[in-house]
């Protein structure tokens, strides 16, 4: 109940914000003067303190800092945006199916500890099948990274693979350039607000200390993310939005400079809120590469880059070395460079070869240099290809000439693939391949009858595991203390996996293969379909876990479980309108009532001194004369709706009798499902009670759909926890069971009559029975075995 109560008042707290929220002035003040290690002690004692939004409550805070400006959620998984209250994942199988949150640290780094878990400064609002793909993998750079295909016209951001980067040569994620230092400085937040915490969590890129927190590999990656990709409008508005919910900051946001006094070239220079006054060289990073990348003999290719100083009073001269390389400005004034500015740089080679050169800034006694590299092909440059997934990758190249018509040549074994050479536009610079093998070797030539590109390997991706959930991935339970609850069903589909999946959960939770033997581990075979989860007998309060299930080095921890041990006799969602007294609603309008359990949406309907609410005191909700009135909850009521009671009296015979129609709406939903309706026909408080019974998380409305004006008072919601017979949708296999005990098959019928069979793999019969509440065992030789009813079908794996 204490959980419930306070989910409610955290969302509340956060519904009605003022979102200008910009640094508050002396928010840093406690840390100048510092550096290094001390800096990032300082920073801990500034940002660590903060309100705990809860892992639901982040949608509504995704509603302020992650909207675009069409209203809808940005996604850095994915070229997709998404509803604030929409396409929320439970199943989903393709990229642009649904959204989830993305624990950009992943938080099987934390075992789930909390308030990183529900910490916005580094969940994001993300695609659930990208999401899927980058698992609990680092962050890293990987050539030659794989790319989910594309779905219905969108596109997968980011990619997997072999680490690239040095320093490290496990499997990494690479975001997209456009991201990277938002996720590079989400990672140094983490190392400053949880800087107490993080020398006690487990990662490849953590070095298992507070400081510097991060291997070294590790910091050089988010140092050059940080550097290269700099803190953007929608990071600030970010940080404004995710302060007014969290009430602290990311400061890396705020002060982006604070990285290099930490991680960078400035340790151990003390830090200051308005900077060093001693003239200082920003970008490019002193001794950084800038690297062209490929083109072509005696073809110009320019960069432009960014430069930016501070404090500087001198000009700033340039200089390039390096006989292909030129600059097209020689001097900077001081007031450009402090204020950043940008220069060109071009290069052009004759022959075929790598070019390397340095370019120089000076101003008064500061001198930086940057180094520069490039490299010519004397025919067409064909470049790394993108977008590699299991069946296809992007292949491109530079147009170069005055050629229209390239030909593009795809190889497996040194064979032209059916179908190549295909003539390609040469300006596209690019051109979808598909229809390939999953984890092959393939290359690619373009060709315009007198020159030949240079040639590019590609592998494409392996097939991705995967495990879904077929009856969605959060699951609730309400139980009276020292009492095992109800089982649920939870069904799963896997793919691309062939050895045997662990599935875990964290104590008071269990599960089961068979409904008889309970622990907090259990092993399935891929062919399996499902297995069961309950609480055990526990004590009052209110738990939690992720249920992971992992094969080799594939994990899957996006399902969660919660259960709320308490009196479940005592209901605790009442809405008695006394909080009326606190604010004026005194108008027939669209309002937002503060009320007890959450907040409340109403339309033509108000909250008058003048009325007297059940009992003949108090406060109570007047609804209007039209027939529109409602009052709708504004977050979903989590535990499920068993009933929904209320006391309603008409507001005089002359007025007439009106109905209220109660609804409810999954959280996951945008329709609204008709509950039953009440007629309220007297002029006194009466007790009305609508029968719901549905599980999960659900908004409540009460709406006038007849008659005028009318009272309504002390609304009484209570649960409905999830039994052992709920599961995928009218599924009628709940009267019915199948399992493995004791390398045993056994069906359970626990319904109506009815005949089953048991076959094999080759389609052979190999049992069956006529079971009408009782149950059938047949032993069998290890396999998997299909049996079915003659409507439905379940597997059983016997081992």
């Not at 959204?99 to 099987?108: A, D, L």
């Not at 594309?150 to 490290?168: D, E, I, R, W």
């Not at 500015?341 to 790598?354: E, M, P, Y």
Request: overall charge negative; proline content about 4%.
């Amino acid at each position: 109940m204490k959980k419930y109560l306070s989910f409610f008042v955290t969302m509340m707290a956060t519904a009605s914000l003022s979102l200008d929220a910009a640094e508050p002035a002396n928010y840093y003040k406690s840390c100048e003067g510092k550096t290094g290690q001390a800096l990032l002690t300082a920073l801990q004692s500034v940002v660590s303190s903060h309100t705990n939004v809860g892992y639901d409550g982040l949608w509504e805070v995704y509603k302020d800092s992650d909207v675009d400006a069409n209203g809808l959620l940005w996604d850095m998984y994915s070229t997709k945006r998404w509803s604030t209250t929409k396409e929320r994942c439970g199943n989903y199988k393709n990229v642009g199916d649904c959204v989830n949150r993305e624990h950009s640290f992943p938080k099987s780094w934390f075992s789930e500890g909390s308030p990183m878990k529900s910490d916005a400064y580094h969940v994001y609002p993300t695609d659930g099948k990208v999401n899927g793909q980058r698992s609990n993998y680092p962050y890293g750079e990987c050539a030659n990274g794989t790319t989910l295909p594309a779905s219905n016209g969108v596109q997968a951001l980011g990619k997997l693979g072999t680490s690239t980067f040095p320093g490290y040569s496990g499997k990494v994620f690479e975001p997209v350039d456009e991201y990277k230092g938002d996720l590079a400085r989400s990672y140094f937040y983490m190392a400053a607000a949880y800087n107490d915490k993080i020398k006690g969590w487990k990662s490849d890129m953590l070095s298992g200390n507070s400081y510097p927190a991060y291997k070294e590999w590790a910091i050089n990656l988010l140092l050059k993310w940080h550097r290269q990709d700099v803190v953007s409008k929608k990071e600030t508005d970010r940080n404004d939005a995710v302060y007014a919910h969290q009430k602290n900051r990311n400061p890396f946001i705020d002060h982006p400079e604070l990285v290099e006094y930490i991680w960078g070239d400035k340790v151990g220079q003390a830090w200051y809120i308005n900077g060093n006054p001693d003239p200082e060289w920003g970008t490019p990073v002193a001794n950084s590469t800038i690297d062209f990348g490929l083109t072509a003999t005696n073809y110009t290719v320019s960069r432009a880059i960014d430069v930016k100083a501070s404090n500087l009073s001198s000009p700033v001269s340039v200089t390039v070395s390096g006989a292909d390389f030129t600059v097209q400005q020689s001097s900077i004034t001081a007031s450009a460079a402090n204020s950043g500015t940008t220069i060109s740089v071009s290069f052009k080679r004759a022959t075929a070869g790598v070019s390397t050169g340095v370019l120089t800034f000076k101003s008064g006694n500061i001198t930086t240099t940057v180094n520069l590299r490039a490299e010519a092909t004397a025919g067409i440059p064909a470049l790394p290809a993108e977008y590699i997934d299991e069946y296809g990758f992007r292949a491109r190249w530079m147009c170069i000439g005055d050629d229209s018509r390239y030909q593009l040549t795809v190889k497996k074994a040194g064979a032209a693939l059916p179908g190549y050479p295909v003539s390609v536009n040469a300006e596209d610079e690019e051109y979808y391949v598909t229809g390939l093998e999953p984890a092959t070797l393939y290359t690619y030539t373009l060709s315009d009858g007198v020159r030949t590109s240079n040639e590019v390997s590609v592998t494409t991706a392996a097939l991705l595991p995967d495990v879904q959930y077929l009856n969605g991935d959060e699951f609730e339970f309400a139980v009276e203390p020292d009492t095992n609850s109800e089982p649920q069903e939870v069904w799963i589909e896997v793919e691309n996996i062939d050895t045997d999946l662990t599935v875990s959960v964290n104590a008071p939770f269990a599960l089961s293969t068979d409904l008889n033997n309970w622990s907090r581990s259990i092993t399935i075979d891929p062919m399996e379909d499902r297995f069961y989860l309950r609480v055990n007998a526990t004590t009052f309060g209110e738990y939690e876990s992720s249920i992971t299930i992992s094969a080799d080095d594939y994990l899957n921890d996006n399902a969660t479980v919660t259960a709320s041990v308490r009196d479940l006799s005592e209901p605790w969602f009442i809405e008695d309108f006394e909080k009326g007294a606190d604010k004026n609603y005194e108008k027939y309008a669209e309002q937002l009532f503060e009320g007890n359990p959450c907040n409340w949406n109403i339309k033509d309907a108000g909250i008058y001194t003048s009325d007297k609410g059940n009992g003949g005191k108090g406060y109570a909700l007047r609804l209007g004369k039209t027939a529109e009135s409602a009052i709708e909850s504004d977050l979903p009521k989590p535990g499920g709706i068993g009933t929904v009671s209320f006391y309603a009296e008409r507001w005089s015979s002359s007025d007439g009798n009106l109905t209220l129609l109660v609804e409810y709406r999954p959280e996951k939903s945008d329709k609204w499902v008709n509950a039953g309706s009440v007629t309220v026909s007297a002029d006194k408080f009466a007790l009305y009670e609508v029968p719901v019974n549905v599980i999960g998380s659900n908004y409540i409305r009460l709406r006038q759909t007849f008659g005028s004006r009318g009272l309504v008072d002390d609304i009484v919601v209570t649960d409905r926890a999830a039994s052992g017979i709920d599961g995928i949708e009218e599924d009628t296999l709940a009267d019915w069971d199948a399992y493995c005990i004791n390398k045993s098959l056994v069906i359970v019928n626990h319904g109506e009559a009815a005949t089953y069979h048991v076959y094999n793999l080759d389609g052979r019969t190999v049992g069956g029975a006529k079971l009408h509440g009782s149950q059938y065992t047949v032993a069998l030789p290890a396999g998997l075995y299909i049996v079915t009813d003659g409507t439905n079908s379940r597997r059983v794996v016997v081992k």
